[in-house]
Each structure stands twice: as C-alpha cells, then as structure tokens.
C-alpha cells in the first residue's frame, strides 16, 4: 500500500486510527515486507515534519489476511493504558465476516478451547486440560443470509490466536477465502472476509469513549461475491 492510500479515521495526540486493508501486515514479522505500522509512521514523520525515530506503539494486532480498524498509540503512556484494557477485556470489538454456512441459531455465545501450533501458525480447538490451552469465547449474531451463506456480527471477548476464525471453522462455517481453516477460495488470495468493524475503548488520557467504526469494503462483492 501506498502512502498516499492510507486512510485515517481517528487522530489525536495520543492515538492513532488507521484502516487496515486486507494483505498488509499490521506490524513486522519473519518475512520484512512493509506493514501498517511503517506506513503510520511515515505518515507522522510527514506531517508533523519530525526528525528521527517516530513512536508508534502496537496495542492489538488484525491477521494479515483481514481487513479493518487497526489502532496505534502514539505515546508509551497511551500504549500501556490501552494495553491493559485489552488485556482486562475493557474494548468492546465487533468484527463482521461472511461464512460458508447457516448457522442454526440466529445468536449464540460460543465457548472452546484453543492451542497455538506457533511453527505452523495455526490453532486448534482442545479439550480443557490440554496443555497450552486457552478458554476462547465470542458472541455471534446472524444478519444476513444468501443461499448457503451467511453475514456474521461478532463480539469476541477473548483475544486468541486465529480466535474468530478457529471457532467458526470448528462448526462447519469457515470464512469464505480462509483456505488455512477450510473456507473457500476467493479471487483475491491475501484476504479472507473478515473485517474489524468497529473499536470502542476509553480514552488514555481524558475521561471519554473513542468509538471508530468501518464499513465493509466495497470490494468484498468482486473478492467474494457476496453483498455489503
């Protein structure tokens, strides 16, 4: 992705709201291809014409399939303060994802265990007293079906390895273009139709809410061949 392509939804001080398109990495791995987080780094160095390193701390982190709202702190202070409100379950998070299948209730509250196979990059579900397991959980609600597929609202309330997309392939309802988990191929082989739509968390530094929401992309109904 371009600079001039990034789109920010939310700045301020101490954060920073970016949109994340599927395919980009949201912060550095093994591979060194660019990421979400040199791109809001460059954007601050830019515009703000500072000298040398720019801060920008990860405080949550989307799959590099997915697509999305993608938050960064802009100061230690504020990454440690939304870190732990990450960790304390504090950060109301809704993804939306289309899935092959009908669920057979309209909502439900799923409940596994996962472990995190950290050479394949995989998880998978376990039994309970597994070693290395982690209780997952989300809430899912239907609103949408076309034929044999489905459009999710989730609520993960747990923050998993690979959570939303385990927990659903587990069922019979993959998400459509995430070949790893069993869900069928798309055009678009760097994306799968799961997409952070929203953030809500508390402000780090002032006593108010910061809620940034995001549509769908567009592009979904060429990748994917589905509605918005």
């Excluded at 265990?113 to 997952?136: C, F, I, M, P, Q």
Aim: hydrophobic content about 35%; glycine content about 8%.
């Amino acid at each position: 992705m371009s600079d001039s392509e990034l789109h920010v939804l939310y700045e301020d001080n101490h954060c920073l709201v970016l949109a994340k398109p599927a395919g980009l990495l949201m912060a550095g791995d093994a591979t060194g291809d660019d990421t979400l987080l040199d791109c809001g780094k460059r954007y601050i160095r830019e515009k703000y014409s500072k000298p040398g390193n720019v801060y920008l701390g990860v405080v949550h982190r989307l799959d590099r399939p997915v697509s999305g709202v993608a938050l960064f702190a802009r100061t230690s202070k504020a990454a440690a303060r939304i870190s732990a409100q990450f960790r304390e379950g504090q950060v109301q998070k809704v993804y939306h994802a289309w899935v092959d299948g009908r669920p057979p209730t309209e909502s439900e509250v799923l409940v596994d265990y996962l472990v995190k196979d950290a050479d394949r990059n995989v998880s998978r579900t376990a039994a309970s007293d597994e070693s290395g397991a982690r209780e997952a959980q989300l809430e899912y609600r239907v609103l949408r079906t076309e034929s044999h597929r489905s459009l999710l609202e989730i609520r993960p309330q747990t923050g998993r390895p690979h959570q939303i997309r385990v927990q659903l392939a587990s069922r019979g309802w993959p998400i459509l273009g995430d070949v790893k988990y069993g869900g069928p191929q798309c055009s678009n082989r760097r994306a799968i139709a799961l997409h952070a739509q929203s953030l809500t968390l508390k402000h780090p530094t002032l006593s108010e809410e910061i809620s940034v929401s995001l549509d769908l992309p567009a592009i979904w109904s060429k990748w994917f061949g589905v509605s918005r």
